[in-house]
């Protein structure tokens, strides 16, 4: 097991299997159930996230999971399009939602090493909660984003199943979408370049130096956008909203203040706090600052 963990190959080809795995067991959970199909869908996922979970266990690393944020979403959108006649606004959401997924799919896979690495933040989860970790690891770093990105996802599958047409308005809001997943691909761009050079303690260049997390900034913005498009197509469907409400404050509550927590150990963060807004910029009359071409404050000033 060891020699397969800490080989990259072997651990990409281990956590490929593991995901062909899931999605079999999804599909046939989902085919065997004669429920409405968004709780068939949810029960088929909560499935696919159990058999996910086992491997995690069996491998001893958390980060298994990983890839099932990015890998979810369009498995889920083109299963039910499969012989569906598309209209724009199903072909619209499909082509946004699996940009969005290969493009964070590629980062997990660029920033991948091999399973003997697992994610920080559960590591500091499983040194904190001890006996409890492995209810922490079911539920709060498997259940809970399977969860959360059923909701965020459900609009689009919901537009596509029911052929919904598409408007001015759910077009503009799709185009966000697509902005927010360019917005996060450039800001990972920059981070990787910034920790390879490793100038400054904090990335302070390109949209970090507006916004202390413009990829979770971005990631917020592309479930909005799925849902906004397909509320603005069919106005009763409000309550689609929940999916993208509960990411929000996933990121809010949880991915970001222990981000901030983890920076907090570092020299100057009470300054560059204060310096760069948390997602969104800067605005006018407040503290501001001028940075060298590796990003360090070389001067200050207000307006």
Known sequence: MKSLKENRAASFAAVLLVYIIATVVGVAVYRELALTW??????ADVAATVATFIFSVIFKNASVYDPYWSVQPPVILV??????????????????VSFWAVRLTANWAYTFHDL???????TMLREKTGAFYPIINFVGIHMVPTLVVYGCVLPAVYAVREGLNANIASVLFVCVSLGAAVMQGIADIQMHKFRKNKKGKFIR????KYSRHPNYLGEILMWWGVAL??????????????????????????????????????????????QTRML????????????????????????
């Open 280 to 303: 969104l910029p800067i605005k006018k009359g407040v503290l501001q600052e001028n940075t060298d071409k590796y990003g360090n404050v070389v001067a200050e000033r207000k307006k």
């Open 79 to 96: 299963a039910f399009a499969v012989g569906k006649d598309l209209t724009t606004l199903g072909v619209l959401l499909i082509a946004a």
């Open 229 to 274: 498009s397909v509320i603005s197509a069919s106005p009763s469907t409000w309550y689609f909203a929940a999916g993208a409400v509960a990411n929000t404050v996933l990121f809010l509550a949880v991915s970001i203040p222990m981000a901030d927590a983890r920076q907090s150990r570092k020299e100057g963060f009470a300054e560059y706090k204060k």
């Open 116 to 122: 003997l690495h697992q994610d920080w933040r559960y």
């Open 205 to 208: 260049a390109g949209l970090w």
């Open 38 to 43: 968004w709780l068939s869908l949810l029960i």
